[in-house]
């Protein structure tokens, strides 16, 4: 066998390499490793299944001869390999000191080891589809920055070219890649990420960022992208100190902020979108070591007068509103109101507003057969707002006045030009703005649930956020199950700003390891090394455990996801909390609770999660929620069987419309979320939910749940395992119950539903092997009843203990259990005392005879025909041909 190989954590150079050495020697496996870097993993969930790519797991089990390694130039150990395998190795990388010499190496310095693979693959001529050449477009694209790295080779832009005629696609290449920027920029990049303060003003979004970047050549305007594509702001402002002064570079993604105008004001200019500004230092009159701080403060004083209002009265308002004089009787407006609707009309003399006439007065007047003027009935008071003032303005006059219509004046001429109902203010802020977060305190039960070390460690971090100004969070399951009374001790810590940057400052003041993801804004915190310190000198609890601390905490930066179409991956990007919890799947997870400051232990609840906590409800977030991840589906059935809740009315209705897009979803991530039902403490009662929601037969119409196997299936993953069988923790490298679960639910089915479920479902290659063997054994079952035990015995041997082992659940009220039971504790270890060292002493020559003779032993010990050594030896040489080549 050949096997292709590549480093852990794989890019997306390491995959493609994969793919072009595979594509180059179609008899080799080319073998994904363990951990994939979580772009890569998004894109082998997508399009994996296209790929001739393979998992360790479902490597056949004959012996490795060559190993081919790309990208790297560090060899794993994989069953099969022996000091005969020849190592072979296609890296761009700097060479090792210490590769074996016996090893064949080809390194070229090209900016992608994917380029390599590629010029091969042009040589001999044979052309690509679409699929294959995007990827092979990705590996390169992704070690060169798109081609813009100073590693990049005039050959990986030929190999790029050749891509493209072969049909690379683009398109999809840039929805996995991120623009590059140099070592410098993404240094100040960083920088800036760190000081990022968020501010509303007028209802806009508006991000400021300040920093100091003296040994910065490069434009700060690539950095400035990359900021606003991360944060998303409506307008961005970056003040960086340089050599030459500071430079304000600023964007904007709306009309309503004119950055031309801003920068105007320090003397530089621009477009309405894009401006910049230079500030020399010494024209500000101020200390250097104070001149960014005074820039800052003058940008912020000056933005509220330059930024509008995100949405403006004379957005919604209703132009050309009818008036009534003071003099209109009640009769009259009753006619006008009877006639177009309105619920009130502005009174107007003279030009100008004097009060508000509504049917509530009207109506009472005309019952009491009054027809009074509206000057006696108006509500009287000149209550306006102008067409550029913001909601608020609107919101704050109808609370204080009670007046649900408020005309709109004309700024310079005083005169009505339209009208603003609660209705327009209403749907105005439904469409635009999300109620404040409801604001209940846990402090006191979060401090409860966790041991005082792990706790102390939560204060500490929140200690760090706040003093760099970042609000920090524990999200999801852990509030949610809190609030429930059922407290857990994990958690992750989600930063609105940037999460990496807060774990790196906690690396260097305290320890440990951090590792991170800065295209996704993720970190890990190892500190297994330094518990015992951290304990000790830094939250001074001497008689703590260590357990009582995790060995590492993971740093999750706040962000939003969209879905480019259904079932898809989602495409992530940096955002505030409140959008951060809208991602997730249902309102009882997303719920928050703050951390920092005087904010720690409040609640965050901006999606009703709370409320449906108590009511006992699993609320879908969206009504396309399912249709962007249909896995929602069955998710939704596990948190309603495992809180002994209810799926509302109008979320049902949502998945019994998209329940047939889980056809589309790949069996990975369908199994993946299977393995997490069998996983709950009680799987059956969610089994027969998604039976009864036909979702079973939506992944596949063979899939199904039958009660009958309820007993089989508990026995298989809850109830004590029978000791005396000595079954293997694992198999095949999964959870033994795990793969118990699956043979009991899929082996009763005829062989070939049960082969379609697993290739639905991608199951490992051991798994699919017992099913069919086990496919095979059933129909024998009963006809070994009546067969001597070497019969049962030479049935059974060779069928994974496993497969018998659920086959002994399936029946266990037979005859059969008893059989199979036996065979497995008894009979399975019987052997004669004889072996072929035996035989070649006494002169048997090796060979067919070996077997047999074997064999004819073993029988007549199982059978009852021999029960001593002495009789196996007997027997022994009467089974001993007199002359061995006989």
Partial sequence: MRIILTHEQADFDALAALLGASLLDEQALAVLPRRLNRNVRAYLNLYGSELPLHEVRDLPNEPIETVTLVDTQSLVTLKGMSKHTRVRVIDHHQPRADLPPEWQVTIERVGACTTLLVEALRERLEPLNSHLATLLLLGIYEDTGSLTYNNTTARDAHAVAYLLEQGANLHLA??????????????????????????????????????????????????????????????????????????????????????????????????????????????????????????????????????????TVEQIMSPRPMVISPETSAQEAAQLMQRYGYEGYPVVKDGK????????????????????????????????????????????????????????????????????????????????????????????????????ARLALLKLIADRAHRRRLPVYVV???????????????????????????????????????????????????????RASLLKNTLRLDNADLSDLPEYLDFISARTEFYDYPTALPTVERSSIKLDLHRRDFTINTLALRLDGRHYGDLYDYW????????????????????????????????????????????????????????????????????????????????????????LESIHPDLHWNPQLNDPMHAALKAPLESAWNLPETWGGAPI????????????????????????????????????????????????????????VA???????????????????????????????????????????TLRAMGVSPGPAYRRILWALRAAWLDGEIHSPEEERRLLEQLIPTKPHD
Wanted: charged share 25%; proline share 6%; aromatic share 4%.
């Fill in 174 to 311: 840039s929805q996995f890649l991120n623009p590059p920027l140099s070592e410098d920029q993404r240094e100040v990049y960083h920088r800036l990420l760190a000081s990022a303060e968020t501010l509303e003003i007028n209802g806009q979004t508006i991000v400021i960022a300040k920093g100091e970047a003296t040994g910065l050549v490069e434009e700060v305007s690539s950095i400035a992208h990359k900021l606003r594509d991360l944060l998303d702001p409506d307008g961005l402002f970056l003040l960086v100190k340089t050599a030459e002064g500071i430079r304000l570079v600023a964007r904007s993604t709306t009309d309503r902020i004119n950055v031309a105008q801003i920068a105007a004001l320090f003397g530089g200019g621009g477009h309405e979108r894009a401006a910049a500004a230079l500030i020399r230092i010494p024209d500000l009159g101020v200390p250097e070591d104070n001149a960014l701080d005074v820039v800052y403060q003058r940008l912020i004083e000056a933005l509220p007068d330059k930024v509008q209002p995100a949405i």
């Fill in 353 to 452: 507003v004097i009060g508000l006439l509504t049917r509530r007065a009207v109506d009472r007047a005309l019952a009491h057969r009054l027809n009074l003027p509206a000057s006696s009935l108006m509500e009287a008071g000149e209550v306006v707002v102008r067409p550029q003032d913001p909601l608020e303005v609107v919101q704050r006059l109808m609370a204080e006045t009670g007046w649900g219509q408020i005309p709109v004046i004309d700024p310079e001429s005083q005169t009505v030009i339209g009208i603003v109902t609660r209705t327009d203010l209403l749907k105005a802020l439904g469409r635009n703005h999300l109620a404040a977060p409801a604001r209940q305190n846990f402090a006191d039960r979060l401090e409860a649930a966790l041991p005082p």
């Fill in 476 to 530: 999801g399951g852990f509030v949610r199950d809190l609030l429930l009374n059922r407290p857990s001790q994990d958690f992750d810590i989600v930063v609105e700003g940037d999460a990496i940057a807060l774990a790196r400052a906690l690396e260097r003041e305290l320890g440990g390891r951090v590792t991170s993801h800065s295209r996704f804004g993720t970190a890990k915190w190892h500190i297994a090394e330094i």
């Fill in 608 to 695: 009703g999660g709370y409320a449906d906590l108590q009511r006992g409800l699993i609320r879908v977030l969206h009504s396309l929620s399912f249709v962007d991840d249909p896995t929602r589906m069955l998710r939704a059935v596990r948190f309603e069987q495992r809180f002994g809740f209810q799926i509302e009315d109008r979320t049902l209705q949502l998945m019994h419309e998209a329940r047939d897009l889980l056809r589309q979803v790949s069996g990975d991530r369908l199994r993946h979320e299977l393995e997490l039902i069998l996983a709950e403490e009680d799987p059956l009662p969610a089994l027969q939910r998604l039976e009864e929601l036909q979702l």
């Fill in 737 to 792: 119950r795990r793969m118990l679960a699956y043979l009991v639910w899929f082996l009763p089915l005829p062989a070939e539903k049960s082969a379609n479920l697993a290739q639905r479902l991608r199951l490992p290659h051991h798994l699919r092997e017992g099913l069919k063997i086990g496919a095979e054994l059933i129909p024998d079952l009963p006809g070994l009843l009546d067969c001597a035990p070497s019969r049962i």
């Fill in 795 to 837: 049935r059974l041997d060779g069928v994974p203990l496993p497969v018998i082992y659920a086959l002994f659940l399936l029946n266990r009220t037979s005859e059969i259990a008893e059989v199979l039971s036996t065979y497995a504790t008894r009979w399975r270890h019987i052997h004669p005392v004889t072996d072929g060292h």
